[in-house]
């Protein structure tokens, strides 16, 4: 468990964000990929839009927040789409998007690509490149 005051403390010189901030971000990330992995067995080519990181930092108050919430949201975001993953098919695999031009994640060769969500792209999805708005 980290302390309330480790978790504060920073950013260091090798960190922009506390440990507290990076919590809160990866939270709000996984929320984010979690509704954008959604859409894509859902809807027919849903247009996956990206976000601003610092602005979302700054304007949901990560630095003050506690981060018990945002780990508990974390953790449901990341095992109800476990689940959902469970019962894909291969044709819900298949599936197209629209990608905004900053959603980007880096592909299981490590190459960076536009894709829907880490999710999509670690199991292969298809990305229409050509559809971007």
């Not at 990206?50 to 949201?73: H, K, T, V």
């Not at 599936?95 to 490590?110: D, T």
């Given at each position: 468990m980290v302390s309330r005051t480790a978790s504060s403390t920073g950013p260091t010189p090798t960190a922009a964000w506390t440990a507290r901030q990076v919590t809160h971000h990866l939270a709000d990330s996984e929320m984010t990929s979690a509704i954008r992995f959604r859409l894509l067995p859902c809807e027919d080519n849903p247009?996956?839009?990206?976000?601003?990181?610092?602005?979302?930092?700054?304007?949901?108050?990560?630095?003050?927040?506690?981060?018990?919430?945002?780990?508990?949201?974390?953790?449901?975001a990341h095992d109800t789409t476990a689940q959902i993953i469970e019962h894909l098919s291969d044709s819900d695999?298949?599936?197209?998007?629209?990608?905004?031009?900053?959603?980007?994640?880096?592909?299981?060769?490590?190459?960076?690509?536009?894709?829907?969500?880490?999710?999509?792209?670690?199991?292969?999805?298809?990305?229409?490149e050509t559809n971007v708005l």
């Open positions: 247009q996956i839009h990206g976000y601003d990181e610092a602005n979302f930092a700054r304007r949901l108050f990560y630095a003050q927040r506690s981060i018990a919430p945002a780990l508990a949201a974390l953790k449901a695999w298949q599936r197209r998007a629209r990608i905004s031009p900053n959603v980007k994640v880096i592909s299981p060769n490590g190459s960076a690509s536009v894709a829907a969500s880490a999710s999509f792209a670690a199991n292969g999805a298809s990305v229409d």
